[in-house]
């Protein structure tokens, strides 16, 4: 079983919809959850950290954490063609030591 | 706005050849790191380093070697290509080892093909 689980895809959602994409993992050693939005011929950018659980808002932009069910979420509102990209979510634990862990990416296209 | 760059977008080598892969930033960061991202299977790392002429491996070594001789570039090298090493290789760097809230930062890619 992989570390953290991550939806391919692809999704496709039309111009405005709300999208939720997902990623559960395994290691409740993890502390830092991380989303990076990858567009086609790119390197990965990052869009969103967050510190243990909770909520954090971004603009149209926000990223969930439930540390309880080990589930992660990224809530894209007035979703826009420039969303269109793939999404990783990615995690790492407190120490110094620890490695980022990456999920597979799900792929995301916005509809005009 | 920190900035990785990875010396060549699109490379095509043969089997057996010895080949670099070039990537220098501009942040003055400790730490730098090469990941190999194949579709399903996300980004797995290949090695890091906090520190010049320090490397450490990461989840899959084998085949690889990297070099670090200056703070702003890292090197990975592929000894003796094979077909199966045909990939994107990701750089990236960050100010503080993971295990922090300091993000890695990447670089566009090298789409390296070998035939």
């Known amino acids: 079983q992989k570390e953290v689980e991550q939806d391919p895809g692809p999704l496709s959602v039309p111009e405005g919809a709300i999208v939720s994409l997902n990623c559960t993992y395994s290691?409740?050693?993890?502390?830092?959850f991380m989303w990076y939005r990858q567009y086609s011929r790119k390197g990965p950018e990052l869009l969103m950290y967050t510190y243990s659980s909770g909520n954090k808002e971004d603009g149209r932009f926000t990223a969930q954490v439930d540390k309880s069910s080990k589930y992660i979420s990224l809530f894209i509102r007035d979703s826009q063609p420039s969303d269109s990209a793939t999404y990783l979510c990615a995690m790492s634990g407190y120490s110094s030591a620890s490695k980022i862990i990456f999920g597979s990416g799900t792929r995301l296209s916005i509809r005009p | 706005d920190v900035k990785v760059t990875q010396s060549s977008r699109y490379l095509v080598k043969r089997t057996g050849e010895k080949v670099f892969l070039e990537c220098v930033q501009d942040m003055d960061h400790e730490n730098m790191f090469w990941y190999r991202q194949d579709p399903g299977l996300g980004l797995r790392l290949i090695y890091f380093?906090?520190?010049?002429?320090?490397?450490e491996k990461g989840d899959i070594p084998e085949g690889y070697s990297v070099s670090r001789e200056k703070k702003e570039r890292f090197s990975l090298i592929l000894e003796s290509a094979s077909t199966n090493q045909t990939s994107m290789y990701l750089c990236?760097?960050?100010?503080?080892?993971?295990?922090?809230?300091?993000?890695?930062?990447f670089g566009d890619g090298t789409r390296l093909s070998i035939l």
């Open positions: 990236a760097s960050s100010d503080r080892p993971t295990g922090s809230d300091q993000p890695q930062h």
């Open positions: 380093s906090y520190d010049v002429k320090m490397k």
């Open positions: 290691n409740s050693a993890f502390q830092y």
